[in-house]
């Protein structure tokens, strides 16, 4: 079955510690994985696509298809950054399927 | 890539009627989608709305709760069926775009039953 997994439903850091977000998938074939931010009272918006490899607000995420996981890193965790966090995956339909989602608090 | 309007943004609705909520993407796009984020929950895909046939439902969620109209490559309607509280939530509609095969999001609508 495909299915994303965040097994963090909160991730505390101070201003300036690094942050690791981890996601997991289970996916048969070549997945499309995204990273999608939601800060407060704001809409759903695109961090990250895996084929593009950008940086983004200074967020990486690397697919490791070893150990199937596409984890969201920052090395110096900003307040701003404070926001819900959603690990998606494109499944066989083309059909976004989200996992839980993990919130990040960085604290000052 | 594609801008999404939706509305209304919010709405308190009383128990046994219907709501409508519209999508509005500002270009053609083959794919729309609608979801569900139930309080502190992860989003939820209800259907796949399809240009010219009948959406197409996800397990748990069927087209007499909630209808859904695709009447263009542009625009899609989700309506929520005889409500009950446990309707409340925010509903959102996507895109996935036909250039850049990103999804996009509507800004949602927070409804709540009473």
């Known amino acids: 079955a495909q299915r994303v997994t965040q097994p963090e439903k909160l991730l505390s850091v101070f201003k300036g510690a690094p942050v690791e977000l981890k996601c997991n998938y289970s996916?048969?074939?070549?997945?499309?994985l995204f990273w999608y931010v939601q800060y407060s009272r704001q809409r759903l918006q695109l961090l990250l696509r895996?084929?593009s490899r950008e940086s983004i607000k200074g967020f990486t995420a690397d697919l490791n298809k070893g150990e199937t996981s596409f984890h969201l890193k920052k090395p110096f965790a900003q307040e701003e950054d404070s926001a819900m966090y959603y690990c998606a995956l494109v499944d066989s339909s083309y059909k976004l399927i989200f996992g839980s989602g993990t919130r990040l608090l960085v604290r000052p | 890539s594609a801008v999404i309007s939706q509305k209304p943004s919010r709405d308190i609705c009383q128990r046994g009627t219907s709501l409508t909520i519209q999508c509005q993407v500002d270009s053609q796009v083959t794919m729309m989608f609608w979801y569900r984020q139930q309080p502190g929950q992860s989003l939820t895909l209800i259907a796949t709305a399809n240009q010219g046939s009948e959406a197409t439902y996800e397990s748990g969620f069927v087209i007499d709760k909630f209808p859904i109209s695709r009447p263009n490559l542009t625009f899609s309607t989700l309506t929520v069926s005889n409500m009950s509280p446990e309707d409340s939530s925010i509903y959102l509609c996507?895109?996935?775009?036909?250039?850049?095969?990103?999804?996009?999001f509507g800004s949602g609508t927070r409804l709540t039953v009473v």
């Open positions: 996507s895109d996935r775009d036909s250039d850049s095969y990103g999804y996009t």
């Open positions: 895996h084929i």
């Open positions: 996916y048969s074939g070549s997945p499309e």
